[in-house]
């Protein structure tokens, strides 16, 4: 089956770094990357969207200058939190469309933990 | 917008007992529908999907009826295991195109007890 590929699983970062998040599509091309943040018993939340070649549309409410979401390929996806803070410590979760028929694919989702 | 609504958690249930959680959509046209399973820190599988009215999603002894009439997705499953333990999502996607996220409802948690 399509399978996304993220990592790292988990990362404990100190305030005011970065870290950076991947998804890569292993066996299918992903043109469209949706990008999830999902915080401790709720659901998941939209951050943005990301097509191939092209700039990220942002759901409302999200910082696209903290949040920086690279997608360069049509298999490699990527999240980059910007001085990152303690409020930012979340389970973020990547997303692709395989096809019309076959549905959604998830990666395995990253825990940041902000210090 | 697009919109789903499921049952607020959490359900406990004990082994062998039947289950359902309860999923209704708001849309238009003629969205797809999924029930997506996440078990304790780890990302989103695939349970089962309906396409169209009147399809029914079936996988590990789970199912689940798209009824277009109630604009409804219920999920249910005969006889539980303590493996079931999860948390439950319904979700649709609206538009017929890859560029369409899908709209989650909140989320069931399931807890099965022996």
């Known amino acids: 089956g399509a399978v996304v590929s993220q990592h790292p699983s988990r990362v404990i970062c100190k305030s005011g770094t970065s870290v950076k998040i991947e998804c890569r599509s292993l066996?299918?091309?992903?043109?469209?990357m949706f990008w999830y943040r999902q915080f401790p018993k709720q659901s998941l939340m939209l951050m943005a969207t990301?097509?191939?070649?092209?700039?990220?549309?942002?759901e409302q409410g999200v910082e696209k200058d903290k949040f920086l979401i690279n997608h360069a390929s049509l298999t490699l996806s990527t999240l980059t939190v910007t001085s990152a803070h303690p409020e930012d410590s979340s389970f973020y979760i990547c997303?692709?469309?395989?096809?019309?028929?076959?549905?959604?694919?998830f990666g395995s989702g990253t825990r940041l933990t902000v210090v | 917008g697009d919109s789903v609504t499921q049952m607020e958690g959490p359900v406990t249930l004990s082994e062998e007992a039947f289950l359902t959680i309860n999923c209704t959509y708001t849309?238009?046209?003629?969205?797809?529908l999924f029930w997506y399973v996440q078990y304790p820190g780890e990302g989103l599988q695939l349970l089962l999907k309906?396409?169209?009215?009147?399809d029914k999603g079936s996988n590990k002894g789970f199912e689940a009826t798209y009824r277009k009439e109630t604009t409804s997705f219920h999920l249910e499953k005969g006889s539980v295991q303590v493996s079931d333990s999860a948390v439950y999502f319904c979700?649709?996607?609206?538009?017929?195109?890859?560029?369409?996220?899908?709209?989650f409802g909140k989320g069931t948690r399931l807890s099965v007890i022996a």
């Open positions: 849309a238009t046209g003629y969205p797809s």
């Open positions: 979700a649709l996607s609206g538009l017929n195109s890859g560029n369409t996220p899908l709209v």
């Open positions: 990301s097509n191939e070649g092209s700039k990220a549309t942002y």
């Open positions: 066996d299918f091309q992903a043109t469209t």
């Open positions: 997303s692709a469309r395989v096809t019309l028929n076959y549905g959604y694919t």
């Open positions: 309906a396409t169209k009215a009147d």
